[in-house]
């Protein structure tokens, strides 16, 4: 009798708590350790404390780019300014100019994804949705790519615009990549220019204005020598 409690215990306790090689409880499949349930509970807490404390960054960063300008900023003002301890921001981001290139990955995959091959819309209709994307957070596109900015944002923008243009265009004999390069310089002068002017453009008529321009160049660059 006492062989076969003895052995119904120890069969209960290895189904509940199998142990790995090197000792650690292994889980089994279909339930939840006491530690996972902790963990799955917290996730959503910890999520949204993550897009809160970024939030308020990228506010506070806004705010002082308006007011002082990019390059004089310093991670402290920030963290001041958005009321989040230093180790708050450091938890998300290495520097100020993490917090910038940060949001130039979210602002290019924005981009990318109004002017995706697989997007079965016509090409300017994208291209009008990009524009609405910068019109949806024009404040912060305004303070980056405005005279307080940061050239290493405006920069990179650029870049990324030229490279999305090569991308789409046919072979056009011109060496270096000239026609990409001026078009993505173009498209970022427009778009500087439509925030700093209060937009005076819908996002359909500057869409329409910078492909009707961008067109004449490629049609230019494609124009035989004479």
């Known amino acids: 009798m006492r062989d076969n409690v003895s052995q119904s215990r120890h069969a209960v306790r290895e189904a509940m708590l199998p142990v790995s090689r090197m000792g650690w409880p292994v889980a089994i499949p279909g339930r939840c350790t ?29 705010e002082l780019i308006e007011e002082r300008g990019f390059e004089r900023l310093t991670v402290g003002q920030i ?25 130039f990955d979210e602002a290019m995959e924005a981009l990318l994804g109004t002017m995706a091959d697989e997007d079965e819309r016509p090409p300017i209709e994208r291209w009008v949705a990009f524009f609405e994307h910068v ?32 991308q789409h265009l046919d072979s056009i004999p011109t060496s270096g990549g000239l026609v990409p390069t001026l078009l993505g310089g173009m498209f970022v002068q427009a778009i500087t220019w439509w925030l700093e ?30």
Request: without cysteine; aromatic residues 8%.
């Open 197 to 226: 002017n209060e937009r005076p453009l819908s996002p359909y008529e500057i869409a329409t204005e910078t492909a009707r321009l961008a067109s004449a160049v490629i049609t230019e660059a494609n124009r035989p020598p004479s």
């Open 79 to 103: 963290t001041e300014r958005a009321m989040v301890s230093r180790a708050a921001f450091y938890r998300n981001y290495r520097d100020k100019y993490h917090l910038v290139e940060q949001i």
């Open 135 to 166: 019109a949806g957070y024009r404040r912060l596109y305004g303070a980056l790519l405005g005279k307080k900015g940061s050239p290493w944002f405006a920069a990179k923008m650029q870049s990324s615009l030229s490279n999305n243009v090569a």
């Open 34 to 62: 006491g530690l996972d349930k902790e963990r799955n509970l917290s996730q959503p807490t910890d999520n949204v404390r993550v897009r809160r404390t970024r939030k308020l960054l990228r506010d506070a960063l806004v």
